[in-house]
C-alpha cells in the first residue's frame, strides 16, 4: 500500500549546523512531493515542493533533494536556527489533491 | 491577510450529540480538504472537496460528513460523534491540485469525545 515514511522520529543538531531529515516513500506514481513544517499549537506549513521530474530544488535555506531510484527524499536545512525547532513531515500528491503525510521529524536545535 | 480560518479551535463534548467544525479560506481556492492528526499515524485525509458541490472521500471518511455549498466553506459534521473521534483535526486548502499549489492549513480543532 501507499505510505511515506521518516526515517528518524527525532534530530537534534547545534544551532549553526545544517540539517538533513530524510523520508522515503513507497508510491511512484506520485506526480509531487511537500516538506511541511509543524510547530507547537499550529497548522502544517508549507516549507518547499519538488515534481516528480526534478531531482534538486533550492529555497532559501532550505534544499530538496529526491531520488526516484530509491524512493527518498530529504530536507537540508542550511545554518539551523532556534526558529527552525518543529515537526517536520514530508507527503506525496497527485492529480487529485489527495495528500499522505509521513510519521513526521522533529527537530531539535541547541543553542 | 490570506487565512484557512476554523472554529472551535477547542472542544470537549459528549458520545451522539452532534457538533459542526467550521472552515472558511479568503483565498478563493477551488480545492479544500480535512485532516485528522492522531499520534504515531500522522495526518490522514478525511474528506475533499475539488469544487462547489463536488465532495469526495479521503482515507478514514467513516462517520463524517461535509458540504460545499459554497467556495469559501466546507464544513465537517460529526452526526453521532464517538470517542475514536478524539482527535486534532486540520482543514486545508489550495488554488487547485498538483505541484506548485500547497495546501494552506488552519491551525487545528482538538475536539475531545467523552
Known amino acids: 500500500g501507499e505510505s511515506v515514511g521518516l526515517h528518524l522520529p527525532t534530530l537534534s543538531v547545534q544551532e549553526g549546523d545544517n540539517s538533513i531529515i530524510n523520508c522515503a516513500y513507497s508510491n511512484s506514481a506520485s506526480d509531487y512531493f511537500i516538506w511541511y513544517k509543524q510547530e507547537s499549537g499550529k497548522g502544517p506549513q508549507f516549507i518547499i515542493d519538488i515534481r516528480s521530474n526534478m531531482d534538486k530544488r533550492q529555497g532559501q535555506r532550505v534544499t530538496v533533494l529526491l531520488n526516484k531510484t530509491v524512493k527518498h527524499l530529504s530536507l537540508q536545512i542550511a545554518a539551523t536556527q532556534p526558529g527552525d525547532s518543529a515537526v517536520y513531515f514530508c507527503a506525496e500528491g497527485g492529480n487529485t489533491g489527495k495528500l499522505i503525510f509521513g510519521q513526521g521529524t522533529t527537530l531539535q536545535v541547541k543553542p | 491577510e490570506a487565512q484557512v480560518t476554523q472554529n472551535p479551535r477547542y472542544l470537549i463534548t459528549v458520545t451522539g450529540k452532534k457538533l459542526t467544525v467550521t472552515c472558511s479560506q479568503n483565498?478563493?481556492?477551488?480545492?479544500m480538504s480535512w485532516y485528522r492528526q492522531d499520534p504515531g499515524l500522522g495526518l490522514r485525509q478525511i474528506y475533499y472537496s475539488m469544487n462547489v458541490e463536488v465532495t469526495d472521500k479521503g482515507d478514514v471518511p467513516e462517520g463524517y460528513k461535509v458540504s460545499r455549498k459554497e467556495k469559501r466553506n466546507f464544513p465537517l459534521i460529526l452526526e453521532s460523534p464517538s470517542p475514536n473521534q478524539t482527535s486534532l483535526y486540520f482543514c486545508?486548502?489550495?488554488?487547485?491540485?498538483?505541484?506548485?499549489?500547497?495546501?494552506?492549513f488552519g491551525d487545528g480543532t482538538r475536539l475531545s469525545i467523552l
Open positions: 483565498m478563493n481556492h477551488e480545492y
Open positions: 486545508a486548502s489550495s488554488p487547485g491540485t498538483g505541484s506548485g499549489q500547497p495546501q494552506h
